[in-house]
């Protein structure tokens, strides 16, 4: 190939190149830099000048205070003077003869004066005082002489003190101060200070210069100080340049004698226009220093550029003379001598110092080696080529035997939503055949109600990027059969092809599951035994319906249900007994209310059915049907007849009550009333009534707990609760009791309920506190680490005192916080969740640890549980103790076992009351249980003698 007519060098070319870019760069770098230097430098400039005009003020202001704090020490010495005099009967006999009292005090002043003022000129820096009567006649003067005729006659008037600057030949600091004797008015004193004193101040301490000018007569300036006499500027060279209103807008540049000044002007006082302060800077240096500065550093950098130019250009020959080496070599390979050309390139890599140009000839040498064994090369990379085909086509077998085995749905789609292709699994799920699904849309399995799955599809399918989105749902399916499934949509495209992209929809059939959690949400709402709504729903619903009524101005009745002598059929024939009774009585209820009424059950034999729209009188006519079925219904418990009847309390809206706690708590009084006249019967609220016996009775409980409190006849039992797997007793429950005199036992059925009423419910908190920690303290000293669980009431839990008492009951030496166990019921943990989370977080922190009771009543407590820090769950009685007999609560239990362990909490089974229960616990997972099984509560806790859990084991 033949060589250019014009030939420049590659050096060259490079070097100018990146000469004149760097100079550029460097230029506009310069240029920045300089620009944002002087920006810095005029804003500095522009605080230093605030800064002083903020000085001058400050001492200008300074002045006017000390020429207030003489007035007012003038005013002093003068009333104390006139109280002298007035004590001097000379002086009162010739006020008398004169009758004019204020020339004498104005006299008074002048005396002051004339006695004083060298003393005061020297001390005050004075140079002018005068005294005015009460006309603003001038009476007398000392100093210099200055007029003070415009402000006199507005101090007289307004009888407040004036100020003022005032420029004549010289400027003064004026003020005239009204003087006054007791409420009279008796006339005037002005003291002028000379402004040079405050002009020379504020050049001592900023080393400015500083002048005065009074713009409407002078036209040099009133007054000046400089930091150096040389440096001196006339006004009339000022102003003729800039005029006056510019000067007081900002501070302007100005320049004489080769010299760079800063001047700024603006008003001495806010309050007035004129004079003038004019603060004048000498800049000079300070510009020149800036000026210096970029100059030497644009000198410094075409320096360097310079430098690293003549090093470009080194290293580029440097570089040169290697790929003419190379150029030379390269032909040589089109000729296949590649002996020629490893001998004619020679390559040495330095072991130090390689550069791009050493791998180029590298790869170059590298390059023919290769193709001298290319040839044998060729047909291995052949024979590799069709094994991998055979491999890939194995994977490829593998991977759809896999798909079409899995058990999820599998189905892929393009882009317009048509399905490409689907697994067996989706085929059955979907009970279609290949034909008739491929090529359908994929909309068509998606009900048209969720149309945000539709929507979140189509958005999937318009965007390029990867995407991937879930939903829950339910197939579209011709039959009946509901299939609830769990989809995961995302896009992929193919690494090699250019094809559109894919979806792909992995679906999983969880049918179960939400037939499950679909039973989970009618339980958290229901009471398993009777299937009617719980407490919970039924203040929820009650709520409602209360507003509605509100809104339509109509009547709600609400009847407050108690099963009469329940108790004793439990008592008697057992658990199993009064629960077929509550099912029988709920099967009554049921068909005797409407469509449209509340009924709940909302305790162990207590009911209660809301009435809307309804009247007073179609109230007692239900409450008397309902009373007559259960009377001649003929309910038998082994063969033998019982009757069956309900006492009833009555409260209508809004007659009795406006919400839904005063209706509740009118209801159970009128209740209480119905079962005192002898139950099966109803009573109707009446404000009027006196509810009598229920409050001495409430009253007679109160006065049975204060008594035992006061006689410490509170007393602890102590129930064990085992460790199935390693059948020891792991703790104990920490149960109140009362032994009265006779040596009675009161239960706490007997008196807690009567403590949350009259509000003493957490004085017995604090003793059952103390007394376990007293046992805890006995346990420590016999060698016995035994775990205590100690119960604490919901009202309790809301007392920010509460921390404090077990804070310092703690606090006692010999205490182990580790082996106590805080135990709180899920009703109060989930009604004050708030003050639940706060109590176990702190009381935790102590080193104790803490168990959610009664766990599954309301069933909400799972949404709650992962939230709440318990260690322990304990299943409520009313789930464990048919477990031998129930299906239903074996499975109940189950899951609330699984639920509770899957958050890392250990389970208690309360109502163990037979060895086939406690092995039904075992079986299940279940860490602890708590009966009569096991052992009844225990006045001695280590006397484990008749505790059949360890015992019958062993």
């Not at 009888?159 to 005239?176: H, V």
């Amino acid at each position: 190939m033949p060589e250019p007519k014009y030939f420049l060098s590659l050096k060259w070319k490079f070097s100018l190149f990146f000469g004149v870019i760097l100079i550029a760069l460097y230029s506009l770098y310069s240029y920045l830099a300089y620009h944002q230097a002087v920006e810095n430098f005029t804003r500095s400039r522009l605080v230093a000048v605030e800064n002083q005009i903020n000085i001058a003020r400050a001492l200008t202001q300074s002045s006017f205070t000390t020429l207030d704090r003489f007035s007012e020490s003038v005013s002093l010495m003068h009333e104390k003077t006139v109280m002298k005099a007035s004590a001097d009967e000379g002086f009162i006999n010739s006020m008398r003869a004169n009758k004019n009292h204020t020339e004498q005090k104005i006299l008074l002043i002048i005396q002051l004066f004339n006695d004083h003022w060298e003393q005061w000129q020297t001390i005050w820096q004075l140079d002018n005082v005068i005294i005015y009567n009460q006309q603003g006649i001038r009476i007398k003067a000392w100093g210099q002489n200055i007029n003070h005729s415009d402000l006199i006659f507005q101090v007289l008037s307004d009888k407040q003190t004036k100020s003022q600057i005032i420029c004549q030949k010289k400027c003064f600091q004026m003020m005239i101060t009204p003087i006054s004797s007791g409420s009279e008015l008796v006339g005037a004193l002005g003291i002028s200070l000379s402004l040079s004193d405050t002009l020379d101040t504020y050049q001592a301490a900023i080393n400015s210069d500083i002048a005065v000018i009074n713009h409407d007569t002078d036209s040099e300036f009133s007054s000046a100080s400089y930091s150096n006499p040389n440096n001196k500027i006339s006004w009339n060279d000022i102003h003729s340049n800039y005029p006056l209103k510019e000067l007081t807008q900002q501070a302007v540049n100005f320049k004489k004698a080769h010299k760079q000044y800063e001047v700024r002007a603006f008003p001495v006082s806010q309050s007035q226009k004129a004079p003038y302060f004019l603060i004048i800077n000498d800049v000079t240096e300070k510009y020149q220093h800036l000026q210096n500065k970029f100059s030497s550093l644009a000198i410094t950098g075409l320096l360097g550029l310079l430098i690293a130019l003549i090093f470009l250009l080194i290293s580029i020959q440097y570089a040169l003379a290697k790929i003419s080496t190379l150029s030379k070599a390269l032909p040589l390979i089109t000729q296949q001598r590649y002996q020629a050309f490893k001998s004619t390139l020679n390559y040495k890599a330095h072991p130090l110092f390689g550069d791009e140009l050493d791998q180029l000839s590298s790869t170059a040498t590298q390059v023919v080696v290769e193709l001298e064994d290319f040839q044998t090369n060729t047909q291995e990379a052949r024979n590799l080529l069709i094994n991998k085909t055979l491999e890939l086509q194995s994977e490829r077998d593998f991977s759809t035997q896999l798909i079409n085995t899995a058990p999820i749905i599998i189905i892929t789609q393009n882009a317009a939503g048509e399905i490409l292709s689907i697994n067996q699994e989706g085929l059955r799920d979907i009970h279609l055949h290949p034909d008739d699904i491929l090529g359908k849309e994929f909309s068509e399995l998606i009900p048209e109600t969720e149309t945000e799955h539709l929507y979140k599809l189509i958005k999937l399918r318009t965007q390029n990027t990867h995407q991937e989105i879930s939903f829950s749902g339910r197939l579209n399916l011709q039959s009946e059969e509901l299939i609830f499934i769990d989809w995961i949509h995302t896009t992929f495209h193919e690494t090699i092809s250019n094809q559109e992209a894919v979806i792909l929809s992995l679906g999983v059939d969880v049918t179960d599951r939400h037939n499950a959690d679909k039973q989970l949400i009618w339980l958290a709402s229901h009471d398993q035994l009777t299937g009617l709504s719980n407490r919970r729903y039924f203040q929820t619903e009650f709520d409602t319906m209360l507003s509605i009524a509100k809104r339509y101005h109509e009547q709600v009745a609400l009847l407050y249900l108690d099963l009469d002598q329940f108790k004793v059929i439990n008592d008697s024939y057992g658990h199993k007994a009064g629960d077929e009774l509550l099912q029988t009585i709920t099967q009554t209820l049921s068909q005797l209310s409407r469509e449209g009424d509340l009924l709940s059950r909302i305790g162990g034999d207590e009911f209660a059915l809301v009435m809307p729209t309804t009247t007073q009188e179609d109230t007692e006519t239900f409450a008397k049907e309902l009373l007559h079925t259960l009377k001649i219904l003929d309910y038998k418990i082994n063969e033998r007849s019982h009757p069956i009847s309900f006492s009833i309390g009555i409260a209508i809206y809004p007659e009795h009550g406006k919400t839904q706690q005063e209706l509740l708590a009118n209801a159970d009084l009128a209740m209480y009333q119905a079962k005192k006249l002898g139950r099966s019967r109803y009573h109707v609220y009446n404000s009027d009534f006196e509810y009598q016996a229920i409050l001495t009775e409430q009253l007679r409980w109160k006065h049975v707990i204060e008594r035992a409190m006061e006689e410490d006849q509170f007393v602890l039992f102590f129930q064990p609760i085992l460790d199935i797997k390693n059948q020891v007793i792991s703790h104990y429950e920490c149960l109140l009791r009362i032994e009265l005199e006779s040596g009675r036992i009161l239960m706490p059925a007997d008196f807690i309920n009567h403590a949350e009423e009259t509000g003493i419910i957490e004085q017995l908190d604090r003793i059952v506190l103390k007394k376990a920690i007293q046992q805890h303290l006995t346990l420590q000293k016999q060698g016995n680490n035994a775990k205590l669980t100690i119960n604490i009431s919901g009202t309790s839990m809301n007392n920010i005192e509460l921390l404090g008492y077990i804070k310092a009951l703690l606090a006692q030496t010999g205490v182990k916080p580790e082996l106590l166990i805080f135990e709180i019921t899920e009703t109060s943990a989930v009604s004050n969740f708030a003050s639940a989370e706060m109590l176990i977080s702190q009381v935790t922190a102590l080193g104790c640890q803490f168990a959610l009771d009664d766990f599954g009543v309301g069933f909400s407590s799972f949404y709650y549980l992962k939230s709440l820090a318990v260690d322990y769950v304990k299943i409520d009685g009313s789930f464990v103790r048919q477990m031998d007999i129930n299906e239903d609560d074996r499975i109940f239990v189950k899951v609330l076992t699984e639920v509770s362990q899957a958050f890392g909490k250990k389970v208690v089974a309360e109502f163990v009351e037979n060895k086939e229960i406690l092995e039904l616990l075992k079986q299940q997972g279940v860490e602890y249980a708590q009966g009569f099984y096991i052992s009844k509560p225990l006045r001695n806790p280590l006397d484990l003698r008749l505790v059949k859990g360890i015992i019958e084991n062993k």
